[in-house]
């Protein structure tokens, strides 16, 4: 028989889901927790030990990239590979080269940060082990639900107990 994923503890309020994952932080660290809820709770990354979003400077990265790439390639293909004179102008007359280069920039940025946020979240996923468990359909409504994941048979019964001195409405096992 192959060890579940782990317990999934459902609790009635927010405060309540607050307390525990800041309980289950400070009691045990090694622990991988994951917290679901239908809206935000302030507070709740902190107490997950959640660490700041890399989406940003991937963000960033991708614009820079992309805007100094087609300022280049511009650059390139106007003074090097086809060099036209219109109207004696230089060549590499860059002020022509900034609009497209600003565009590319903003698209490069925002396909950074799409393909960030999906890698960062494992999206696509078609399944995922909290869907066999009936209860976790509450959490897009009115439930508050907190996920310790175990990696063997014995750390269940521990975590389990663990999870009772919580106090939550019901402790669930999640199937692999």
């Known amino acids: 028989m192959s060890s579940p994923y782990g317990l999934l503890a459902q609790f009635s309020s927010a405060e309540q889901l607050l307390q525990a994952a800041l309980r289950t932080r400070s009691e045990s660290p090694h622990l991988p927790i994951e917290a679901f ?41 106007a003074v090097m590979s086809y060099p036209i004179n219109v109207g004696g102008r230089p ?5 022509a080269f900034v609009p497209p280069a600003v565009e590319m920039a903003v698209l490069g940025a925002v396909l ?11 999206l696509p996923r078609l399944h995922h082990p909290l869907f066999g468990v009936p ?3 509450r959490a897009s ?3 508050f639900f907190l996920l310790l994941r175990s990696s063997a048979e014995e750390d269940i019964e521990a975590t389990r107990t663990f999870l009772q001195t919580l106090s939550p409405v019901a402790i669930c096992e999640v199937p692999s």
Do not use: H
């Open 91 to 95: 060549l590499g007359s860059w002020p």
């Open 37 to 77: 809820s239908p809206f935000p709770i302030r507070g709740l990354d902190e107490a997950l030990g959640a660490a700041r979003s890399p989406i940003p400077v991937l963000m960033g990265l991708g614009g820079l990239l992309a805007g100094v790439g087609t300022f280049l390639l511009e650059g390139y293909s």
């Open 141 to 143: 409504a009115d439930g």
């Open 112 to 122: 950074f940060g799409v393909v960030a946020m999906l890698t960062g979240n494992g």
């Open 135 to 137: 209860e976790f359909e």
